[in-house]
């Protein structure tokens, strides 16, 4: 059993909680992954590392609540226990070599681009990031992210706050500017990392993209994080959670990702909407 240490509710659909876990914490690195169970006989979802406490021996998550199981999550409070929490997995984001980044985060994916950018920080490189949320309501991190850049760009999809317009507005100013970036990492929607990736492409900026929102069991037993990626001209079969969740933007076929990304909608959406209705009746 895991202890959820503190709970803090970001926004009305993301939730952050600290765990110890001090195994864990000792050897996570940013971009890596841990698989919880809330209960014994809870399903196994992945959720990124948000970031460790070495010293604490604390690890903490932030996710959103989509499904029966996040849906149950929510309802844990610090002081309370969880069943299984197991990790690190998945391979770390790549930092060598790296001395100008741009990180590119869209919604909830914030919460996985957000460690990333504070490790680029605390090795000494220069750290340009651009967020963003469809409304005022839903921003998260930006505090924490403003901490860890030297630039920030905040976009909202209405306007409500900050700046309106989606993330690659920001990121194609810059690069028609000049602006020479090492590499561009971003994390969010499946449909927003596809057009950072065209944004990118016509200035040659590298680009690696996360893959973990087509995640499901994190060991690629369910086959449903399979990829389909592009390389010199031949296609080839990856697994996010096993060859990543990091890969190359110009390789993966985003429209094939989303197409399979969808099948899971409807059986979602009814998990969570029991889950809710077991809340209620409790």
């Known amino acids: 059993m895991?202890?959820?240490?503190r709970k803090k509710v970001l926004n009305p659909t993301v939730v952050q909680m600290e765990i110890e876990a001090p195994l864990v914490a000792a050897k996570a690195l940013p971009g890596q992954f841990i698989i919880l169970r809330v209960d014994e006989e809870g399903e196994r979802i992945p959720l990124t590392v948000a970031g460790t406490?070495?010293?604490d021996g604390t690890v903490k998550i932030i996710f959103q609540i989509v499904g029966g199981t996040t849906e149950k999550l929510q309802h844990k409070e610090a002081g309370e226990y969880i069943q299984d929490f197991v990790g690190p997995l998945g391979q770390a984001t790549r930092t060598e070599g790296i001395k100008k980044v741009c990180i590119v985060g869209g919604g909830v994916g914030c919460a996985i681009a957000m460690p990333v950018a504070q490790e680029f920080h605390r090795l000494g490189a220069e750290v340009t990031?651009?967020?963003?949320f469809r409304n005022k309501d839903l921003l998260i991190l930006e505090d924490e992210?403003?901490?860890c850049s030297n630039k920030l760009h905040v976009m909202t999809d209405d306007g409500s706050y900050a700046r309106q317009g989606n993330v690659t507005v920001p990121l194609k100013e810059m690069l028609d500017a000049g602006e020479k970036f090492d590499e561009i990492i971003t994390?969010?929607?499946l449909i927003m990392m596809k057009f950072v990736v065209l944004t990118a492409k016509e200035y040659g900026v590298p680009v690696t993209v996360s893959m973990n929102p087509i995640m499901i069991d994190g060991t690629g037993m369910c086959g449903?994080?399979?990829l389909t990626l592009n390389q010199d001209g031949k296609k080839v079969t990856k697994?996010?959670?096993?060859d990543g969740p990091d890969f190359n933007g110009y390789e993966v076929d985003f429209d094939e990702a989303m197409s399979r990304g969808r099948t899971y909608f409807d059986f979602e959406r009814h998990a969570y909407e029991e889950a809710c209705n077991l809340f209620k009746k409790a």
């Open 53 to 55: 406490n070495k010293e």
């Open 239 to 242: 697994f996010a959670c096993v």
């Open 145 to 147: 992210f403003r901490a």
């Open 187 to 189: 994390i969010g929607p």
């Open 2 to 5: 895991y202890k959820i240490v």
């Open 224 to 226: 449903g994080c399979r």
């Open 129 to 132: 990031s651009i967020i963003g």
